[in-house]
């Protein structure tokens, strides 16, 4: 018994340099956007060559007003897809036409889905953060966003 | 065979290499800066003790497979501990995954531990069976402690262990279906199953279809029952063509007896003779368990039988050096086999036979008999137990006794208790780790 407690604090404690370790290769708080190719893959041809790191346009400049789908981005659970809603150029509300389904990713969307729509509206952009446990959810959810302001701002 | 003791070496490093391999598994599906807060942290947590832990769940079944190379050159005593030491370990493992990640969860999205335990039980897929299978792996790993494993018959620890096959299988559906690292990876799925593939056929071949062919080819029955002396009895048992089998002096079977009360258990028994093509022996002293109704069993009794197993052979030892057997109480039988075969004359053997009073020196005018014809010393250590220096088989007398035992491969057999004293002794007279040849026979 002793030596299974000391074998499992010090699985404990290589666990948690492994994780430290793993926290400390990528910076913090990152931004969604800038997220890896293979993480949010946008598809289909509703991006066309629009880089992703590219500043979205004031919304003063055009006082565009309309719904704007934006492009469905296939994440390794599923696609997303969101909504953009502006008025006189302001983005007013953005709405989720697809989201992650199944298990975990049902309950994380439940809660990052509230958040990143409150970034976004708060930044008037995609140019949101990841939220915490939702990577992919936060990624596939800008880069939607991303493609329905250049959408609407064309 | 010298290389033997580089075996067990060699098959815990394969098996450790398994764990860096599933830690980078993780490492690779973790998006850097996606762990940002304690409960990122703690989800993590959870997730790697759960990918370990189904890894060495996997391994635990492995090592019980009853693979012959594995029981007979690493030696299934040495399985057998290994299996011991690394199951309460991964029990604890598979426990602590479940409240990691629970917490972790219950973390990131800001509900309470309790509420979200609900959640993930009763929305996630197939969590409900894994914690299922869970709940059978504490109840089994319960069982298994010093202290409840000593009061439980050997029979219901055997059968309640067999759990063990539900509550993995029980476990497997919802690593596929929630863990990340297999539902979004087909190359992870495939190696994942292939594993468990292999590991259930393993399972399957060694423990059910290789005894049973061999019981139905090799038709072993009951010839006759000998009683040895106060609760011992020797069992006489002839089949056809015993020599294709292998077997070795010192090694053991598990024995399945086709009679009324017995057919449904098995025990593992050593030979207690130099097994022969067409006849074995095995001697049995009543230990409690279902020990005593052996002696009952009338001749011509169909007999089934794992086996044989065992490293405890003369294939373990340094051919050049000479050879000091000791045995404890029953743990004689195996030693009996390996006295009367072992190659080698006068001082070459030197057998010291340990027991309480003279009445307990089970098999005893055979190897009296033995002793002469081969010309082996034969010490009876004769005494109650001590843990002082007074006892036969402490440091100093064991030095007076054997003058050259430092130098001897030592073959140890004895109840786990008097086995663990005498191998400290051992190491203090100077024998080295990997000549101290021990088989247990509590398992």
């Known amino acids: 018994m002793r030596k299974t407690a000391t074998a499992l604090l010090a699985t404990g404690a290589g666990l948690s340099l492994l994780i430290g370790a793993k926290a400390a290769s990528?910076?913090?708080?990152?931004?969604?956007?800038?997220?890896p190719a293979a993480a949010a893959a946008p598809s289909g041809a509703a991006t066309p060559g629009a880089p992703a790191a590219a500043p979205t346009p004031p919304p003063s400049a055009g006082a565009v007003s309309g719904t704007f789908p934006g492009s469905v981005v296939d994440t390794?659970?599923?696609?997303?897809?969101?909504q953009a809603v502006l008025t006189s150029g302001r983005l007013t509300d953005v709405t989720v036409l697809?989201?992650?389904?199944?298990?975990?990713?049902?309950?994380?969307?439940a809660y990052a889905l509230p958040r990143l729509k409150a970034e976004a509206m708060k930044a008037q952009s995609a140019h949101i953060d990841v939220v915490s446990g939702a990577t992919y959810t936060s990624t596939g959810y800008a880069a939607s966003l991303q493609a329905a302001l250049d959408a609407a701002h064309r | 065979m010298a290389a033997a003791r580089w075996w067990p070496a060699a098959v815990l490093l394969v098996a450790w290499a398994g764990v860096p391999a599933v830690l980078a598994v993780w490492w690779q599906d973790t998006i850097p800066g996606s762990l940002r807060g304690s409960g990122d942290a703690l989800a993590a947590a959870g997730r790697l003790s759960g990918l370990l832990a189904a890894y060495l769940l996997l391994l635990l079944v492995a090592s019980m497979a009853r693979i012959p190379w594995l029981e007979n050159r690493v030696g299934s005593d040495v399985v057998a501990r290994w299996h011991r030491a690394l199951g309460e370990y991964t029990v604890l493992l598979a426990a602590a995954h479940a409240v990691l990640v629970v917490l972790g969860y219950a973390r990131q999205s800001g509900t309470g531990p309790l509420a979200e335990a609900g959640t993930v039980l009763f929305h996630y897929p197939d969590v409900l069976l894994a914690a299922a299978g869970l709940g059978l792996l504490v109840l089994v790993g319960a069982l298994s402690a010093r202290a409840v494993r000593r009061r439980l018959r050997y029979e219901t620890w055997y059968h309640l262990?067999?759990?063990v096959y539900p509550a993995a299988g029980l476990a497997f559906a919802h690593e596929f279906s929630v863990g990340a690292d297999f539902s979004t990876s087909a190359r992870n799925r495939l190696l994942w199953s292939g594993a468990h593939i292999a590991v259930a056929l393993a399972v399957l071949v060694f423990r059910v279809a290789l005894p049973l062919s061999r019981s139905v080819r090799h038709r072993l029955r009951v010839v006759r029952v000998v009683p040895e002396g106060p609760g011992v009895v020797s069992i006489h048992l002839a089949g056809r063509r015993l020599d294709e089998l292998g077997a070795q002096a010192g090694q053991f079977a598990r024995w399945r007896f086709l009679a009324?009360?017995?057919?449904w258990q098995s025990h593992p028994y050593s030979l207690s003779a130099a097994p022969t093509p067409g006849h074995w022996r095995i001697t049995v002293k009543d230990l409690g368990d279902s020990s005593a109704a052996l002696a009952r069993l009338r001749p011509g009794t169909r007999v089934w039988f794992e086996g044989p197993y065992g490293a405890?052979?003369?294939?373990?030892?340094?051919?050049?050096?000479?050879?000091?057997?000791?045995?404890?109480?029953?743990?004689?039988?195996?030693?009996?086999?390996?006295?009367?075969?072992?190659?080698?004359r006068g001082d070459d053997v030197v057998l010291l036979y340990r027991a309480s009073r003279p009445a307990d020196l089970v098999l005893w005018s055979e190897l009296q008999e033995i002793a002469r014809s081969r010309g082996f010393a034969?010490?009876?250590?004769?005494?109650?137990?001590?843990?002082?220096?007074?006892?036969?088989?402490?440091?100093?007398?064991l030095r007076r006794t054997v003058p050259d035992a430092a130098r001897?491969?030592?073959?140890?057999?004895?109840?786990?208790?008097?086995?663990?004293?005498?191998?400290?002794?051992?190491?203090?007279?100077?024998v080295p780790r990997h000549r101290i040849h021990r088989e247990t026979f509590a398992f």
Do not use: N
Not at chain 1, 26 to 35: D, I, M, V
Not at chain 2, 380 to 394: A, E, F, I, V, Y
Not at chain 2, 408 to 427: F, H, N
């Open chain 2, 408 to 430: 001897r491969d030592v073959y140890l057999c004895g109840p786990d208790a008097m086995a663990e004293a005498v191998e400290r002794q051992l190491r203090l007279v100077g």
């Open chain 2, 260 to 263: 009324r009360g017995q057919w």
């Open chain 2, 378 to 397: 034969l010490h009876p250590l004769l005494g109650p137990r001590s843990d002082g220096p007074d006892d036969p088989l402490s440091a100093d007398r």
């Open chain 1, 98 to 109: 697809q989201q992650t389904e199944g298990g975990r990713s049902t309950q994380i969307d």
């Open chain 2, 161 to 163: 262990h067999l759990l």
């Open chain 1, 76 to 82: 390794r659970y599923g696609p997303v897809q969101v």
């Open chain 1, 26 to 35: 990528g910076g913090s708080p990152r931004p969604a956007l800038a997220a």
């Open chain 2, 312 to 344: 405890f052979t003369a294939r373990r030892r340094t051919p050049s050096r000479k050879v000091l057997l000791i045995a404890g109480g029953a743990g004689v039988t195996p030693i009996r086999a390996l006295y009367e075969t072992l190659p080698g």
